[in-house]
């Protein structure tokens, strides 16, 4: 393995791990399990399921949004205030975002129990970074000694840049906080041609672990067609399959299982997704689309490992243009890579993987990121749709030219113009979109 593909690697695995539920709140649970650790560790809580204390979270813009809808794991609940009373009594920081990995029926009570004692508070941080989460619990010993423990979270969803107690900031030497600034996606200067020719060079077994994309979210898939969970989507696809609207053909299949994950996931259920740029639901629609081609057409676990390496990638890399959180719904993003591992199955080349990417951003650019929720299954299914269209139209040769709106011959500048858009262009439609949906 030469030093840039190991560099590679290391990127991959930095923005596709597994989460349990969705990041957003998911992020705030982990800087309340943080912020509780420091005081536990300190001596000033005792029993995390009994002592008293009070949590103060502040979140900017982006974070609200996507955690206002959202079902928390197990609960039957939504919102911040559950997430946070749950990283308070059962979380733990050592597993990133899968701080609620031990979630039980008994700290699901407890929890709950704290939200209607009304001891959490939410608000809006004064800050302009998309992804900015401040958690503060304070709590009283005894002898009625008053202490405080903060962390903030900033630019990605498991990124703690700040511990603090009692106003003095610490430093830990643990390997879980970061001290010193990490790469960004940019910083790693990638282009669509140096992901295809990585993902065609590298060897198997140096990305035979991306796999695991397919075990993680392929459970989801199956929960989720058992149609217990959010607006019931895959499930619905699934049951229409013989009748005239959605048929039983490739398409529908991709759909059904993208969406069925897509639903599960929104909803609560208590099983882990593999994400993509700290997004639960950008990792089912990069990965589902292009296993549910593994499962109808003979292709080997090697071409699948690269297919999948490959939708990775190029969502990460597409994805580091708009940020973590944006107006743009980031379907659009992860179903663009999964559109790209398809076409590579369709034994198409580096023209035909920046064809599908034209299409792609020439077709479902406009769609809005109005918060994270149930109703995120259906425009799962939209981009999948979308994706195979566009890689049907590119293993055929036909791309949508320079000529078209955002489109340029060169796919760095195609990419860059989805990013300013994305980023720059709807800033003010995040707004909007944020204060219609707190004005509710």
Not at 35 to 49: C, S, Y
């Amino acid at each position: 393995m030469t030093a840039r593909q190991s560099e590679l690697i290391e990127l991959i695995k930095k923005e596709v791990k597994p989460a349990l539920g969705c990041t957003e709140p998911i992020a705030v649970a982990l800087a309340v399990a943080k912020a509780i650790e420091t005081l536990e560790e300190n001596g000033f809580i005792q029993n995390r399921m009994g002592d008293d204390f009070v949590i103060n979270i502040e979140v900017s813009s982006n974070i609200l949004k996507n955690a206002m809808g959202v079902g928390i794991p197990g609960t039957g609940m939504v919102g911040l205030h559950i997430a946070a009373a749950l990283g308070a009594v059962c979380g733990k920081s050592c597993y990133g975002l899968e701080v609620l990995r031990e979630l039980n029926e008994a700290s699901i009570s407890r929890a709950k129990e704290i939200v209607k004692q009304k001891t959490i508070e939410v608000g809006l941080a004064k800050t302009a970074k998309m992804l900015f989460i401040k958690a503060s619990v304070s709590t009283n010993t005894a002898n009625g000694d008053r202490h405080q423990a903060t962390v903030i979270i900033e630019n990605d969803h498991d990124k703690i840049t700040l511990v603090s107690l009692n106003g003095e900031s610490l430093y830990t030497a643990n390997g879980f906080i970061e001290v010193k600034e990490s790469k960004s996606v940019l910083d790693y200067k990638l282009t669509v041609e140096e992901i295809y020719n990585f993902i065609t060079e590298i060897p198997f077994e140096d990305i035979a672990f991306i796999l695991e994309s397919r075990t993680l979210n392929l459970a989801l898939a199956e929960e989720g067609l058992s149609g217990k969970y959010g607006l019931k989507v895959g499930w619905a696809i699934q049951k229409d399959a013989n009748k005239e609207v959605f048929g039983s053909d490739f398409m529908s299949h991709a759909m059904c299982i993208t969406a069925a994950a897509s639903d599960a996931r929104m909803a609560g259920c208590t099983l882990p997704a593999m994400s993509n740029s700290g997004s639960g639901n950008q990792g089912i629609t990069v990965t589902m689309p292009i296993i549910a081609y593994s499962q109808r057409y003979a292709i080997s676990e090697e071409q699948l490992a690269r297919a999948l390496t490959l939708g990775h990638l190029i969502a990460i890399h597409i994805k580091g243009y708009l940020g973590k959180l944006s107006a743009l719904c980031g379907c659009v993003i992860a179903s663009t890579g999964s559109s790209c591992g398809i076409v590579y199955l369709h034994d198409g080349g580096y023209d035909q993987v920046c064809a599908a990417i034209k299409n792609m951003v020439g077709n479902i650019t406009g769609m809005v990121c109005d918060g994270a929720k149930v109703g995120c299954a259906m425009k799962v299914a939209s981009g999948v749709s979308g994706a195979l269209q566009a890689a049907v139209l590119a293993r055929e040769g036909i791309c949508i030219s320079e000529n078209d709106g955002i489109i340029e011959k060169d796919i760095e500048k195609t990419i860059q113009n989805l990013g300013k858009i994305g980023s720059l262009g709807m800033q003010h439609t995040d707004k909007m979109i944020l204060d219609i949906m707190v004005c509710k």
